[in-house]
């Protein structure tokens, strides 16, 4: 559980296929490790255990004696893995792709649902939120309109030769949706706090992210470890996440704002 955010605009090209260069060593990685033991005959054998109980699972259902055999193959096969003598190496490798990976998805940042409210409260401190005002309601869906029509207007293009048909109503409703998702109160003086409080699909305007920013500059640095200290206290290197996050702001300010699901 947590907050996934992704920024509006897609990435560029460039930042496209440096992801996808991360992907395609990330997943060589994984490959190198999980290739280790397959040579050995104790591995073979308890992988074809693990086939012969699954396909007779597919067969005949599962039972106690099927669960037990799967459970137990895949055990010694996890245990043969990680006592191969190369494994720590190798997993060490399938880490440090996954950094990498991580660092190329630029469009994208998650924070739990604990140090989201530990944001909150260190951005609310510093200015960068607006709060104690009334929200709209979240508007109702249509007689005759189902989510997964409103779905369905989202995932249409309109330019495509097999473009999806939506219905009318599903798009109005879209649209009203679209610009509920984006209300702020006016003018922009920060981030709504609202939008930081579910992930229901927000979208933080650009706007809003410039308010939040420019109220942040008026902090010093050490106003604002301070802040994040009494927060947070020794959970890791809690001050250079932060960091990234006020560069994730600063990138979405120039590209169409983010989403919060």
């Known amino acids: 559980m947590g907050y996934d955010m992704y920024i509006h605009d897609p990435m560029t090209d460039e930042e496209e296929a440096a992801h996808r260069r991360a992907r395609e060593a990330f997943d060589a990685a994984v490959r190198e490790r999980d290739g280790l033991p397959q040579d050995l005959p104790e591995y073979q054998d308890a992988k074809r255990r693990l086939d012969i109980a699954r396909a007779r ?13 799967v459970i137990e ?8 893995a990680v006592s191969h003598p190369g494994y720590e190496a190798a997993q060490q490798k399938v880490d440090a ?7 190329t998805d630029v469009s994208y940042f998650r924070l739990n649902i604990h140090g989201m409210g530990v944001y909150r409260t260190v951005m609310d401190a510093l200015g960068m939120l607006v709060t104690g005002y009334p929200q709209p309601s979240f508007p109702e869906l249509p007689d005759g309109v189902t989510w997964e029509d409103v779905d369905a207007v989202e995932e249409a293009n309109p330019g495509a030769a097999d473009g999806l048909p939506v219905k009318a109503a599903a798009a109005v409703y879209a649209k009203e949706l679209g610009a509920h998702l984006a209300w ?4 922009a003086s920060g981030i709504a706090a609202h939008k ?13 992210i410039e308010a939040a920013l420019a109220a942040y500059r008026t902090h010093s640095a050490p106003q604002v470890m301070t802040l994040l200290g009494a927060a947070l206290g020794d959970e890791g290197d809690s001050h250079s996440y932060w960091i990234e996050w006020i560069t994730y702001l600063e990138r979405a300010r120039v590209r169409g704002g983010f989403t919060v699901r």
């Open 97 to 103: 792709a996954y950094e990498a990976l991580q660092a």
């Open 184 to 187: 702020h109160p006016e003018p």
């Open 196 to 208: 930081l409080g579910s992930n229901d699909g927000w979208l933080v305007t650009p706007a809003e």
């Open 57 to 69: 699972m597919e067969k005949e259902g599962r039972s106690t004696e099927l669960s037990r055999m």
């Open 73 to 80: 193959a895949g055990e010694e096969m996890r245990h043969l």
